[in-house]
């Protein structure tokens, strides 16, 4: 993994938009419509290879296929694991509960947001769709630089979030289960030559979907539980060969329930990936930076903190992120840093919050504020 050397390096965090078509395509299976594996396959390989370049222009040093294949950024899973055969009602955010009317506003009628549900035993099945996720990649790529591009993956713990178990006895047979199943994906990516990142917003957005009538303890307890299953997923892959992404849940909303970052961050920093991707720049979180003022951050431990926002239209100011990516690095080290977004642009096929064009508006403004940066930093 690169680190900022003699400059800022800059990147995202997995998922950008698709284009329409390719949404069509995607969500065929559940609107009725037919659409052969092969045409989906072709489509796929082409938007890779465009999205790959796309961001090459821009800037961005550290790019992926921004998830065109996935339908979803969790929910993907269910085509490469078996025992989802179930469904169930979906986790619902407590802020949008304590705020009702914008809640269906943003999401319509949360009883019809219907997720799988694991009824029966969890193996991996999906060796040939990772497969074609690399070959994708490497493809788009070109000219052999795998090591400076990076795979998303689900971590068991935001699976479990959004995916309720009806079949193991425990909790953590069911978690155990589903690290042991996705560790053939964690290390057929990382065997590939690529960086792999494995989401995990369970650890910060679980405390207000899954724990809110919890204490803050207890959420710590459920965090480090996480923290321990995943490290058992990822024991045979080097740290500086993993990213590990972790939010608040990427959506415009109140957030008046989000745990504090300074409550999760020694856990957080116990995780086996050696770069840990967080939000700092909505309303809600761009204050946290100075959690790191109290925080020691362990040898080989590299930050990218979200440096645009991923739910708003405006396209930040390059100053502004130059900014916030100075302060930063002033605390910690300018070689510890990179700067990221704050989440996906499209953790879900089809809904972009922000317009596909200003998103590469966006991502251009992060490269030249972290231009900006670097001029100051070195």
């Known amino acids: 993994m690169r680190c900022s050397t003699d400059r800022i ?31 989906l396959a072709t489509r796929v390989t082409s938007a890779v290879r465009d999205v790959v370049e796309q961001q090459r222009r821009c800037g961005l040093d550290v790019v992926n296929d921004g998830e065109m294949g996935k339908i979803g950024y969790a929910t993907y899973v269910t085509d490469r694991l078996t025992g989802f055969d179930g469904s169930g009602p979906g986790p619902v955010a407590s802020d949008l509960l304590d705020f009702p009317a914008y809640g269906r506003k943003l999401l319509g009628d949360a009883a019809d947001r219907r997720m799988p549900v694991c009824t029966g035993p969890i193996a991996y099945k999906g060796d040939d769709a990772v497969r074609r996720d690399i070959e994708n990649l490497a493809a788009a790529l070109g000219d052999g630089a795998a090591g400076e591009a990076f795979i998303t993956a689900a971590s068991p713990g935001v699976i479990s979030l959004f995916m309720q178990n009806a079949h193991y006895p425990t909790y953590e047979s069911y978690a155990y289960a589903l690290a042991d199943a996705m560790k053939t994906e964690y290390d057929t990516i ?25 204490t803050v303890k207890e959420f710590r307890s459920y965090a480090e539980l996480q923290v321990e299953i995943l490290n058992h997923a990822l024991r045979d892959i080097a740290p500086d060969r993993i990213r590990m992404h972790l939010c608040w849940g990427n959506y415009e909303g109140p957030h008046n329930r989000d745990v504090a970052f300074a409550d999760i961050i020694d856990i957080v920093l116990k995780a086996r990936p050696a770069a840990i991707l967080f ?24 930050l990218v903190p979200g440096t645009i926002d991923t739910t708003t239209n405006f396209i930040e100011h390059p100053e502004l992120v130059a900014q916030r990516i100075t302060r930063l690095a002033r605390l910690v080290g300018r070689e510890r840093v990179i700067a990221g977004a704050d989440c996906g642009f499209a953790g879900y096929a089809g809904y972009n919050m922000v317009d596909p064009d200003i998103m590469w508006a966006k991502c251009q403004a992060l490269v030249e504020g972290a231009r900006v940066a670097s001029s100051r930093l070195w």
């Open 9 to 39: 390096l800059t990147t995202h965090v997995g998922s950008l938009a698709r284009p329409s078509d390719l949404v069509g395509m995607l969500l065929a299976p559940r609107t009725g419509d037919e659409v052969s594996a092969a045409a």
């Open 190 to 214: 990382s065997g590939a030559g690529f960086l792999l990142q494995v989401d995990c917003p369970d650890l910060a957005m679980g405390r207000h979907v899954a724990f809110a009538a919890a």
């Open 279 to 302: 939000e700092a720049a909505n309303p809600r979180h761009e204050h946290e930076w100075m959690v790191f003022e109290e925080t020691a951050v362990p040898h080989g431990k590299v």
